[in-house]
């Protein structure tokens, strides 16, 4: 019983920055790993970065290593996505994610509740 919600995206020109956040509500305290994933028209969804707790750690796709950081607030019940150096290639739809169990898997068949999306898009 967790509920996601996304916002923070837009147009921004290539080599800008954005920060996307993710809000959770309902029984937030029930998830040790999130997500973000992001997917473009005709593609499946692909994995972007993952931060656990308990014990803490974080991944990040090749693709956006060194550009993006993943993190959280836990007071907050929030996630982000820090998204610097931004290239056309980034432009995709942004889901957040959750699951249960600890774990450092990027399948998306892994997570158990998703957000809407928020849309990114890199000019140039």
């Known amino acids: 019983q967790v509920q996601l919600v996304e916002s923070g995206g837009g147009l921004v020109q290539a080599g800008g920055s954005l920060r996307l956040s993710c809000a959770g509500s309902?029984?937030?305290?029930?998830?040790?790993?999130m997500a973000w994933f992001r997917q473009t028209p005709g593609k499946e969804r692909e994995f972007v970065a993952l931060?656990?707790?308990?014990?803490?750690?974080?991944r990040l796709a090749d693709a956006v290593k060194g550009r993006f950081t993943i993190s959280r607030d836990a007071a907050k019940n929030t996630l982000y996505l820090q998204m610097n150096s931004l290239k056309p290639d980034d432009t995709a739809v942004y889901y957040c994610a959750g699951a249960a169990k600890y774990g450092l898997g990027r399948d998306r068949t892994e997570y158990d509740y998703w957000g809407q999306g928020t849309q990114v898009t890199v000019s140039s």
């Open positions: 309902g029984r937030p305290f029930s998830i040790r790993r």
């Open positions: 931060i656990t707790w308990s014990p803490s750690a974080t």
